[in-house]
């Protein structure tokens, strides 16, 4: 098990470097970047979206003739100097090439410098944003597996019956609805919206969080969490529900449950001692990808309804303003968690069937 480990802890390396240097050339190239994302923040005020760090109100402004040349579109009017302080400040002063070095370099150490549009380090921001995420990722992830494992195995013994019709009809619906419509449904009917108002309507805790004791700082962050969470949680449940469900019957059609049914084992015995351990791979096998999808992709509209704010949220305004720093640090630290979580689930393949030998692969 060791070696696995280790080599598939050397195989993150160039993964991610696959992943950035691809993502890096993409995003270089594309039109609208953060210079332009300036110019025109200069030419048209705050209003047109971020803020520019070290700008003045008294740079001058030159003639329309003077950057008619200009290879950027929103650049007329504005000095040349102007121009190439502002690509100096992101960097764009350098080639390609140098600036891909550069952040392979800084990227080595956890550097992700500064955003370019924003008065905080990358990792600053992403760590005050990680709470949100932590609390809607783990909470939701929870939820689905504590709730989907028992309803597919109910499902599975019950195949059939009208148990197993119903509860595959409101799964389904559940799956069908949007997370983001079910968040404001939820927030019509139980946050003041016109029904009962008995959760907060935004934030992860109260104004007055710092104030209260332990018991009522764990209330409060519940009570501000349970129904973000049921938003994102409910469109889960269908994909673990009905792979449990599926899972659990091709094992027990299998000749070892009949056996064991013939030694006189009990249903239940059969069903958690033999036929669990066998039937929950393929579970363990669709952790990684569901982890990340509640953990960061399924949770950007939820986050701005209820006023969160989060890393998928933090993403989706650092897309849009083309704040590179933001964007390559919050993708580097998805897909390291991606890969050290794959990782993990190979394990506990391990620690669920000996069997499985990954030191032979």
């Known amino acids: 098990m060791l070696h696995y480990l280790i080599r598939r802890l050397l195989l993150v390396i160039p993964t991610l470097l696959a992943i950035l240097t691809i993502n890096f050339f993409v995003i270089q ?38 950057t008619q040349e200009s290879q950027y579109r929103g650049a007329r ?28 370099k800084n990227y080595l150490s956890f550097n992700f410098g500064d955003s370019f549009f924003k008065s905080d380090s990358v990792l600053g921001l ?54 983001f419509l079910l968040a404001v449904l939820l ?5 003041g919206g016109s029904y009962w108002d008995l959760f907060p309507l935004r934030g992860l805790v109260s104004n007055n969080f710092d104030t209260l004791s332990l018991w009522g700082k764990v209330k409060d962050y519940l009570w501000h969490i349970t129904l973000p969470t049921i938003a994102i949680a409910i469109g889960g449940f269908a994909t673990l529900t009905m792979l449990t469900k599926n899972a659990f019957l091709d094992e027990i059609q299998k000749q070892y449950v009949v056996t064991a049914r013939a030694k006189g084992l009990s249903e239940r015995q059969i069903l958690y001692r033999h036929v669990f351990r066998n039937a929950t791979l393929l579970i363990v096998s669709s ?28 993403g989706y305004e650092a897309v849009l303003q083309r704040d590179y720093p933001i964007i390559f640090g919050s993708l580097y630290i998805f897909t390291l968690i991606g890969l050290l979580t ?7 393949y391990m620690l669920i069937d000996p069997r499985i030998d990954f030191e032979a692969r």
Not at 187 to 191: D, G
């Open 29 to 66: 190239i594309a039109p609208g970047g953060p210079v332009d994302q300036a110019i025109a923040i200069m030419e048209m005020g705050p209003q047109s979206g971020g803020l520019l760090p070290g700008s003045e109100s008294s740079m001058p402004v030159a003639s329309k003739s003077a």
């Open 77 to 104: 009017g504005l000095d040349p100097q102007i121009i190439a302080q502002i690509k100096q400040q992101y960097g764009f002063d350098k080639p390609i090439w140098q600036r891909y070095l550069d952040t392979l």
């Open 287 to 314: 952790f990684p990808a569901a982890f990340i999808s509640l953990f960061f992709t399924g949770s950007l509209l939820v986050e701005i309804i209820f006023s969160l704010n989060g890393l998928g949220l933090l």
């Open 126 to 179: 992403i760590w005050k944003s990680l709470p949100v995420s932590l609390s809607l990722g783990l909470w939701s992830t929870l939820l689905v597996y504590l709730i989907s494992i028992p309803l597919g195995i109910k499902k599975a013994v019950k195949d059939g019956s009208r148990f197993d019709v119903w509860s595959s009809i409101m799964i389904i619906v559940g799956y069908a609805v949007p997370a």
């Open 187 to 191: 927030i019509i009917l139980f946050a």
């Open 342 to 348: 794959s990782i993990i689930s190979d394990l506990t």
